[in-house]
């Protein structure tokens, strides 16, 4: 009995391990050494012919699975320090190699080589390592299959490169290898892993070349574009002999000195016109095992990091702006917990609430420490841990000190799919704490072609002073995310009446659930126009609680790339009989007109020196609102060290019927109900960004945004029932006219490795009027004589490794 019992259990097993299996069986050898290359760009070393070279590339791009056009050979060595590269990518066109040279971390469009290392060979997270032909250096933690990457993480590690020419021919008739040459050298304790205990380690490993003027790609061990993920398809590294244990200890000390000049116009009552402060800190990186690590900072400054854009929002929703401080960025990756998915945020975890800006200041409240635990054990459980403290600041409102706690739990199964769990609280002065938790699930099948993930959150927090509420929210989805041509998925999510989860996280609102059905069909191979295409079909229906209709949307969108490598898409979609819960701000249900929405969008060939973007975006209601904008952006490379791009946007909206803020309490006193009017807006968005690159390690990067939004309301009107205004006389002038100029001039040089000065000047501008038919070229104008608030920013860093 008891064998038979255990028999459905046995054949369950070996069933889900069939669906599971499947990976990239290609195998390269690490050599031991104990004479490490010396980091020149030259292989002419007698200890690289003792490595076994790695070859036979697979083209990716533009004719997948064909072998690529020009060889690649890879040695790989390493010694108890270290991981040796010795990459030569031959060319027989090495005039025609393209060796830009840019700022780290940001990979333009080159020839280059990539080097991707799992580490701890799970299958999900891996190490870039990539180089530019120019020596440019691109490091990139990479998670979650490689569908989620962390570029602010950056690691010290060494490469050069050689561009070499074919010369006369030798004796024998042959000639000298052409095409570009890279020696790479990576320490070990800048990864994680569990050394083998027999002295065979294997690590997931992947090589990628890029021939930038064939538009090609080529994989060592070549990930399909029908495949689901990406890191799951790594071949293997075999490093033999024993691997060090390595106690990673980073100390990075750094000082700041900063002016601060503040326009009268903008100074809170009672500060100074100039206010010079110095100020230092430090960030702690200490390895307690080869895979765990706590991260430590100390008075943390973040005055290199780029402003965030100026936008107009006249929604009921906060507007989302991604992080941009290192501290809370890299490595971070084990705290996400994603829950209505990346385009709406963060989910549990959205770290810009720690330090958030003070209303009233045009600054973020004090960070004192933080300090975060992260690492993965040999049973595939990864943890993380995070407490970061908040000091008391004066503003408009008081924001009182706060701590910020959450821990993380993550376990591997089986090959590609995971479970976790996460917990958190802030705890303010005075204040009843605020804490939120939940599971999130992603279980893979058949290679990762089909998927069932989702999550379910709660939260418990304060509405008021006393009140206690606590609230849930929760999604599952099911889809077939790769394979050669049809994919689908469908999804069904809610939020309770009370979830928040806003005091850490971040979600656009409460009460409403709903479903989306997603339907593509794609084709990968170049056909007689196009070089791949797809077309997306997709349903959306939503419901709020009361049982109001908040979305019924369908609509389709197409996506392709022709042969001269231009890309171009256009979306189709009409929405219907929706209602809208929030527009009136509490006073009644609004019933939207039914809208039909067209969006366009082109892109050039990235290869040339001169690139363009253009997107067109119109909607129009039953109700007679017009909607346009338009988006265009240029970026120009003049030389292979420079890159200028501008783009431009401009709103038009017409006849839009919404909520009318700041109505006077008199005309409530006699009326009750919601004030709407005819909504005209215009919004006008000029950006400019360059990056000049005078060395790998000197560069001077401009960000600078003028942005004026305006709008105009008429025909005033009460919301007496869904979908029944009746026109008010109310004569209140609710113009506006914002205008802002925004400006991040940092110039930055890494002196050693590790090591880095900042020199940075930032410019804001900003006024409020309702002046809304002024011209726009005067509008414009007008933002560069606002009341200015500028600073300067010195700042040194200085990286010690004991």
Known sequence: ????????????????????????????????????????????????????PVTGFLQHEPFEGQPETETTEIRILHDQHALYFGCMMYDAEPDKIVARLTRRDNEIESDLISIRLDSFHDQKTAYEFTVLASGVKVDILQYNDGEEEDDSWDA?????????????????????????????????????????????????????????????????????????????????????????????????????????????DLRPPGSEATDFRSEAGFDLKYGLTSNLTIDLTVNPDFGQVEADPAVLNLSTFETFYPE???FFIEGTQILRFTTFGGEFGPGLFYSRRIGRPLRGRNEAATILGAAKITGKNNRGLSFGLLQAVTDEERALITEPAASYSLIR???????????????????????????????DWNLRFQESRYVINGFWA?????????????????????GKDGGTHWLYSASYDFTSRHYNINDIGFFFRPNDHGTVVNLTYKEDLPGRLLRQWNITGTSHLRWNFDGARLISEAGATANGQWWNYWNAYLGVSYAYNNADDRESRGRGLYRQPDYLQVRAG????????????????????????RQWRTE?????????????????GYGHTRNRTAWVPEVPDSLFARNPYAIFGQRDTDEYDLTLRS??????????????????????????????SPATLVPEDYRGNHDFNDRSFHLNLVWRWEYRPGSTLYLVWTQSRRGAFDDFYTPVGRDLRATFSLPAENVLMLKVSYWLQP
């Open 156 to 264: 010290v590690w060494e490469v050069k490169t050689q561009i070499l020419h074919a010369e006369a021919p030798f004796a024998d008739g042959t000639r000298p290898a052409s095409g570009w040459s890279a020696e790479v050298k990576i320490p070990f304790n800048m990864l994680r892993y569990t050394p083998a205990a027999n002295g065979v380690n294997e690590w997931g490993f992947n090589l990628i070349r890029r021939i930038s003027r064939k538009q090609e790609m080529s994989f060592w061990a070549l990930v399909r574009k029908s495949q689901n993920g990406f890191v799951s398809h790594f071949g293997h590294l075999r490093l033999q002999g024993r691997l060090p244990n390595p106690r990673h200890v980073e100390l990075l000390p750094y000082s700041v000195a900063k002016g601060q000049f503040t326009n009268r």
């Open 1 to 52: 009995m008891r064998k038979t019992a255990l028999l459905p259990i046995a054949v369950t097993l070996l069933t889900c391990a069939a669906l599971f299996a499947g990976d990239n069986e290609r195998l390269a050898i690490a050599t031991p050494t104990a004479t490490p290359p010396q980091i020149d760009g030259h292989l002419d070393e007698a200890v690289w012919q003792t490595a076994t």
């Open 458 to 478: 709660g939260s418990h927090t304060t509405q008021g002073d006393t009140r206690r509420i606590t609230g849930s929210a929760g999604k599952l989805r099911f």
């Open 409 to 439: 739990l993550k376990q591997d199964l089986l090959d590609h799919s995971t479970v976790g769990v996460m917990a958190t609280a802030v705890a303010r002065a005075q204040r009843y704490p605020a804490f939120t938790g939940g599971a």
């Open 691 to 720: 990056n000049l690159t005078f060395t790998r390690d000197l560069t001077l990067q401009l960000y600078a945004q003028a942005f004026v939004a305006k709008g105009h309301f008429d025909n005033f009107a009460r919301l007496v």
């Open 602 to 625: 082109v892109e050039t060939d990235s290869r040339r020196a001169v690139i363009a973007e253009l997107n067109q975006d119109y909607q129009y209601d039953a109700g007679g609102q």
């Open 324 to 326: 941009k401080r290192p």
């Open 632 to 648: 265009l952006e240029i970026e120009v490379r003049p030389t292979t060290w420079a890159q200028i791009s501008s783009e431009l």
